[in-house]
């Protein structure tokens, strides 16, 4: 079903017909055209999510047993996205909030980034078989038969890499975009469980065999790629934009600072959007402490990698259930106020695992207590910055955020396993590090929400101008 037809109600269609309408920027939807867009939208997530959920999995075994170290193993999988992230998610943001074309200002770059997907992870696939032919074309001057399979997996999955930054930048702007925005919770929130169902699927039905069966799986992730990523090019339509606002700089390597220092005025040149930044950061990092050490938690007390994994699968399960009603409730409460109320949650929830985890049976209530509870602040922190950064220019100042968060998140996990070496590795003191940054998130997002009500609150907010004018939405 197309949506193309909700492009062109007229606003005086919505007073004279009978149905309700929904409008998000110029476009109106019926309950059909609604239900339709959420199916697409749902539908492509889906496919990418299952597509991202196992692709580091089975590459990780795929480099492993082509002998890549630790080291290379966390420059590849770790260094080189953050890298990534922090330069080229922000070009990318700030280029499509400016364009202008027949296709929209994001799908032109959604699609951009399909056949780079496609191609690295049929590239992945194919890679010991060209490692090989590339081995022997070399003969005596080969870097070896497994280094020669490295090379073409390191760069098929930086050739991936590219390809992910591209469409993360994009896609939760195209949300922003084509959504109705009492709608957002509920989206994310039905995103939240395909994200789930993709996890379980793939760890329950897929990962046992990846090991001996990566040249199909990679083939069937990159049949996805294209999938998820052409049915919402093709199927969901974006309306129309205002022109971007004049950019005037001096040619040549002055006009890229210039825009750069626009970029950072526009974005932290209002103090309303730090306040915004710090507090979904540490909605983010506040249960990595438990995340980062969790497996070495449970096998310190005994627990077998079978039960371990079974932990996490109820805890998406439960998840998996929760993640849609609390998604709506986002849209019914405001997602800054169901976040204070989920850290809230959080927060006694690791406090309570830190002062009572003795054995296996208390580390597996407390360890599915923490995913669930880290899942509804995951649900309610995930439409917040739709609803509180300027809708005009939504990539860029979401990616100015991504830049600080990547930052924080370039050194926090060895900041935490620094203050574990120092106390000795007693993990339950992980708990308490999150309960504490839980504490801090609290208080950051009660003054945001002071800020936000003093903005006109849930009914009449908007977006605040930065140093160099943004226009209020």
């Not at 959920?53 to 890549?68: D, N």
């Not at 006694?348 to 899942?375: K, M, N, P, Y």
């Amino acid at each position: 079903m197309s949506l193309a037809p909700a492009n062109k109600i007229p606003d005086e269609a919505m007073g004279s017909a009978t149905r309700k309408t929904w409008k998000a920027g110029t476009l109106v939807y019926t309950s059909v055209s609604l239900v339709a867009l959420f199916l697409w939208l749902v539908g492509g997530d889906f496919a990418l999510a299952l597509r991202d959920r196992g692709s580091g999995q089975v590459f990780q075994l795929l480099i492993q047993k082509y002998g890549a170290s630790d080291t290379f193993t966390a420059l590849l999988m770790g260094s080189i996205p953050s890298v990534f992230a922090l330069f080229l998610g922000p070009v990318i943001s700030y280029k499509s909030d400016r364009h202008r074309g027949r296709w929209g200002r994001r799908i032109p770059f959604l699609l951009l980034s399909t056949p780079f997907a496609v191609v690295a992870m049929a590239g992945m696939a194919f890679s010991p078989i060209l490692g090989g032919a590339l081995h022997h074309l070399l003969g005596p001057r080969s870097p070896g038969s497994s280094m020669s399979v490295l090379l073409f997996l390191s760069l098929f999955w930086i050739m991936f890499d590219f390809a992910s930054i591209i469409a993360a930048a994009v896609f939760v702007a195209l949300l922003n975009d084509v959504v109705p925005q009492h709608f957002l919770g509920r989206i994310f929130g039905a995103f939240r469980g395909v994200g789930l169902a993709a996890g379980i699927i793939f760890n329950h039905w897929i990962y046992g065999v990846a090991a001996t069966q990566y040249f199909w799986i990679f083939l069937g992730m990159a049949a996805l790629s294209g999938l998820g990523n052409l049915i919402v090019c093709l199927k969901v339509k974006e309306g129309e934009y205002p022109p971007p606002a004049p950019v005037q700089a001096a040619p040549g390597v002055a006009s890229f600072f210039a825009a750069a220092k626009g970029y950072f005025q526009e974005c932290l040149g209002h103090s309303y959007y730090w306040w915004f930044y710090i507090f979904s950061i540490l909605c983010v990092i506040a249960g990595n402490p438990v995340n980062l050490f969790s497996l070495y938690y449970a096998l310190a007390l005994k627990l077998n990698t079978q039960q371990y994994g079974d932990c996490l699968a109820l805890t998406y399960f439960i998840s998996f259930l929760l993640s849609y009603p609390w998604g709506a409730l986002a849209d019914h409460v405001h997602p800054l106020r169901l976040s204070l109320a989920s850290l809230a949650i959080y927060a006694l929830v690791a406090a309570t695992g830190g002062f009572f985890i003795r054995d296996v049976t208390s580390f597996e209530i407390a360890f599915i207590a923490h995913g669930v509870a880290a899942g509804l602040i995951i649900t309610s922190c995930a439409s917040l910055g739709l609803r509180l950064l300027p809708r005009s220019n939504f990539a860029q100042f979401a990616s100015a955020g991504g830049i600080l968060g990547c930052t924080v998140g370039i050194f926090f996990g060895p900041f935490v396993g620094l203050i574990l070496d120092h106390l000795g590795h007693v993990y339950r003191y992980t708990f308490f590090m999150s309960s504490l940054l839980t504490a801090a998130a609290f208080i950051c997002g009660l003054i945001l929400h002071a800020k936000f009500m003093a903005l006109g609150g849930p009914d009449k907010y908007v977006a605040p101008q930065s140093a160099r004018g943004t226009r209020p939405e």
